[in-house]
């Protein structure tokens, strides 16, 4: 079945920017939309970007846009998450998940999910 592994989290800044990366093995990842969600401690899993298999449609949440930015290369099998601006609201585990095709904001609609990696925005 197909894996995903993200990367990319760390400790920043407020202000500052990185960039996650979801890596997918086993499986060619450019069937599949891909969603990152984010979870901080104590709250549910919140959606924050989504790219659609072609790459031709991208959505954000409210609380990101503007500021992260989606893309995806087939070739490399890897989709990314660049993050400016960085706020400390932004503080939370980030996962990548993917289903076939076309991107859904409902968390129980994708099939496969990395691990996480956690982005952590303080001074």
């Known amino acids: 079945q197909l894996q995903l592994v993200e990367s990319g989290g760390g400790l920043v800044q407020p202000g500052g920017s990185l960039r996650l990366s979801c890596a997918a093995s086993r499986f060619a990842l450019s069937y599949y939309a891909i969603h990152w969600f984010r979870q901080a401690p104590g709250k549910e899993r919140e959606r924050v970007s989504c790219i659609n298999s072609s790459g031709r449609s991208t959505n954000y949440a409210d609380s990101v846009k503007g500021r992260f930015t989606i893309s995806r290369d087939n070739a490399k099998n890897t989709v990314y998450l660049r993050m400016d601006s960085l706020k400390p609201e932004d503080t939370a585990v980030y996962y990548c998940?993917?289903?076939?095709?076309?991107?859904?904001?409902?968390?129980?609609?994708?099939?496969?999910w990395g691990q996480g990696t956690q982005v952590t925005v303080s001074s």
């Open positions: 998940a993917a289903r076939l095709n076309f991107c859904s904001g409902y968390v129980a609609e994708y099939d496969y």
